[in-house]
């Protein structure tokens, strides 16, 4: 089956109007290559990215899993939409970490969001300790278990993100084939659970991938694109990422 790859930047907590440029130009270079590409976006850029890129996917960080209510500083589905999101990230290890999100509590967001309409991207890994223990497979799949939505009506509008801890902004990443063994993992799993269109969810991979190493990533089997931070910030960065997605396609 063929998964057309998709390249999704976090700018997490980086960005100001002065830097909305970076999205037309990602925006417009997008429109020619075979991948999808999405920016995920502060809350507070998304409705000005929106008008300044009209077409192009912009999502949001975090979900609250509430329609509404006494949730001070939170965002729900149907804001993001509002603001003219398409898409979420949700269970980010920094706010599983600085937020204590639970399993559940990222079952519930990503659920919320998938019936409001948006796209997810469900994040999972491992710490370093977990990875030298040699349990860095069992613990993902243990994640992605208690973390996925009940249901996926329409696999192309759920995506799991593998992004181990220690590899997310310091350089370092997984070998080729830790990387293959967990995407391989990953994909047993949501085909346990969901039957045939487990096959056709896209499984990213996450943690510091840039242009020099993207290529021999995207080249995995079960990788199907990337979750880009860092160098997602600029369009000199990102491009490459988003052009060696296409030449893998
Ligand atoms: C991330 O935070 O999702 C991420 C992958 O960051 P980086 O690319 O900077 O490692």
Not at 89 to 106: C, F, L, N, P, Y
Not at 160 to 170: K, N, R
Request: include cysteine; charge should be negative.
């Amino acid at each position: 089956m063929t998964r057309r790859k998709l390249v999704a930047g976090n700018w997490k907590m980086h960005g100001l109007s002065s830097d909305l440029g970076e999205v037309s130009v990602i925006s417009i270079a997008a429109e020619t290559l075979r991948a999808d590409v999405a920016l995920c976006l502060p809350a507070t850029l998304i409705e000005r990215a929106v008008r300044k890129a009209p077409g192009f996917a912009i999502g949001g960080q975090d979900v609250h899993q509430a329609d509404k209510g006494a949730h001070t500083g939170c965002i729900s589905a149907a804001m993001l939409l509002d603001a003219g999101a398409r898409l979420v990230i949700v269970g980010h290890s920094e706010r599983r970490e600085a937020q204590g999100e639970t399993d559940a509590d990222i079952k519930a967001k990503a659920e919320a969001a998938l019936a409001a309409g948006l796209d997810v991207i469900l994040c999972v890994g491992e710490s370093d300790s977990v990875r030298e223990a040699g349990e860095a497979v069992a613990t993902v799949s243990a994640q992605l278990d208690a973390s996925l939505p009940a249901s996926i009506d329409d696999a192309s509008r759920f995506s799991v993100a593998y992004e181990p801890i220690w590899a997310i902004g310091t350089g370092k990443v997984p070998s080729i084939a830790d990387i293959g063994e967990m995407h391989e993992a990953l994909r047993q799993r949501l085909v346990a659970r969901f039957g045939e269109p487990g096959s056709e969810v896209r499984i990213l991979y996450g943690g510091s991938v840039k242009a020099s190493n993207a290529a021999e990533i995207f080249g995995v089997a079960d990788v199907d694109g990337a979750l880009v931070g860092g160098a997602s910030l600029k369009s000199a960065d990102f491009l490459p990422i988003v052009e060696a997605a296409a030449a893998a396609a």
